[in-house]
């Protein structure tokens, strides 16, 4: 896997995320919601999945710090919303849900250690829990709990990114195991290697399953960014897996919750939600990408892009994630596609490529600048990247030629560099834009 593809030219292609399809995968909750259990559960299976998003990860997570099996948690966490399902219709749902599906879950893995007949102290520790663990609703819960140790653990830097992503998907997010292998077009059971092969190297090289402080939260950080930055990337992808992204707003609002000082955590959340608040107005009736100046601002979400602004007014310091949400919001904001700041956006990108230099950010800065001052100057400064060699086949920065090369007036040219790009791309829907964009400057 790779993030190149994330970042994108912002005339070249659309850079919205997600589609408007329902998510192919989910929490827990959801994936038990989803089978039905008849007509008159419908309401049962709309409050487990209600709690499932939040109660899912922190049973799972609690579970593996007092147990330290991950598959002994995620099952009895599983079992706990199956039982949810099966008794809720019958009994009515508690008054505190949360609490109900930890106190399923917390037996059930007690009864499971009692019959392996574990050492005592792990029991000891389980029946603990309904003495020192918060109430599952309670907002006033510690800052630092077991959910941030167990992304922390998901993504950490001994393990490889794939499996880092995968692990997060599954374990913090509980996508179901056939889901991701879809999404990562591997089969069930090399995704059920892969997952077990990355729990079993967190066991065997002991790692920690804390939140780093200090010095060490600041090297570690990043990390656990880019993994929710990938996982972001595969709903945003204009043929990724929606749900995906759903699942990194989540996860973001759930790290800048229990992180709310660190900058780069708030420009994060903020980028996701300016670039997810496009997902319903990206395609055409016939399902195909528009690009910003041909979609329909009034279906943009503005509830995402108010809460993307204040989520960005609160952080207090500019580092890469935080000047993408600037960026960003420059599009979300704009009434329309001519009244977009240029200007600012290419300053933004000046700032950026300045204090994280890259090919693509770089490939960003020199179409911002073909905007801000003319496609000319934006060329320029893209044959500039591609002489590096680092851009080599690269299809978005071809499609970023074409563009400005359209704008210039060269509309055959154009044309040719626009199919240039969609051949260097998979059949799917951004090759088909690409076309539909040479057919634009050719017909008639």
Not at 35 to 47: F, I, L, N, P, Y
Not at 271 to 298: C, M, P, V, Y
Request: proline share 6%.
């Amino acid at each position: 896997m790779t993030t190149r593809r994330a970042a994108r030219p912002p005339a070249a292609a659309e850079p919205a995320a997600g589609t408007g399809a329902e998510p192919t995968g989910g929490t827990g909750a959801e994936a038990i919601a989803g089978t039905g259990a008849g007509d008159g559960a419908g309401t049962v299976a709309e409050a487990v999945a209600a709690v499932g998003a939040d109660a899912y990860t922190r049973i799972v997570a609690t579970l593996i710090r007092v147990t330290g099996d991950w598959t002994l948690a995620e099952d009895s966490a599983q079992e706990a919303l199956a039982q949810a399902l099966e008794r809720w219709p019958r009994d009515g749902v508690p008054d505190n849900p949360g609490g109900w599906l930890m106190t399923v879950a917390r037996n059930r893995a007690t009864d499971v250690l009692r019959r392996a007949s574990v050492e005592r102290r792990k029991l000891h520790e389980l029946a603990e829990l309904t003495l020192t663990a918060p109430a599952m609703d309670d907002p006033e819960e510690e800052v630092v709990d077991d959910r941030l140790r167990l992304i922390f653990t998901c993504c950490h830097p001994a393990l490889a990114l794939e499996s880092r992503v995968a692990l997060t998907l599954r374990t913090v997010c509980g996508v179901p195991t056939p889901d991701i292998a879809r999404a990562f077009l591997v089969s069930h059971a090399t995704m059920t290697r892969r997952l077990t092969r990355a729990k079993t190297k967190i066991a065997d090289a002991r790692i920690p399953y804390l939140v780093p402080s200090g010095p060490a939260l600041a090297e570690r950080l990043p990390g656990v960014l880019a993994v929710l930055y990938v996982l972001f990337t595969r709903g945003y992808d204009p043929d990724g897996e929606p749900g995906f992204a759903d699942e990194a707003v989540r996860l973001a609002r759930l790290l800048h919750r229990l992180l709310p000082d660190q900058s780069e955590v708030a420009g994060l959340l903020a980028l996701f939600l300016f670039q997810h608040s496009r997902r319903e107005a990206r395609r055409d009736g016939r399902g195909d990408l528009l690009t910003l100046d041909k979609q329909d601002r009034a279906r943009w979400d503005r509830a995402a892009i108010r809460e993307g602004l204040e989520t960005l007014a609160a952080a207090p310091a500019d580092g890469p994630y935080v000047l993408q949400a600037r960026i960003a919001a420059c599009h979300a904001t704009a009434p329309d596609s001519d009244a977009t700041d240029w200007q600012a956006i290419a300053r933004w990108y000046d700032e950026l490529v300045a204090l994280h230099p890259s090919p693509v950010i770089a490939l960003n800065r020199a179409v911002a600048h073909g905007y801000a001052h003319g496609p000319a100057a934006g060329l320029a400064l893209i044959d500039q990247v591609l002489a590096t060699g680092a851009l080599k086949d690269y299809p978005l920065a071809v499609a970023a030629q074409a563009d400005l090369t359209a704008r210039l007036g060269h509309r055959d040219h154009a044309a040719a560099l626009f199919r240039q790009a969609a051949d260097l791309l998979a059949p799917g829907a951004e090759r088909r834009a690409l076309l539909d964009r040479a057919d634009g400057l050719t017909a008639g």
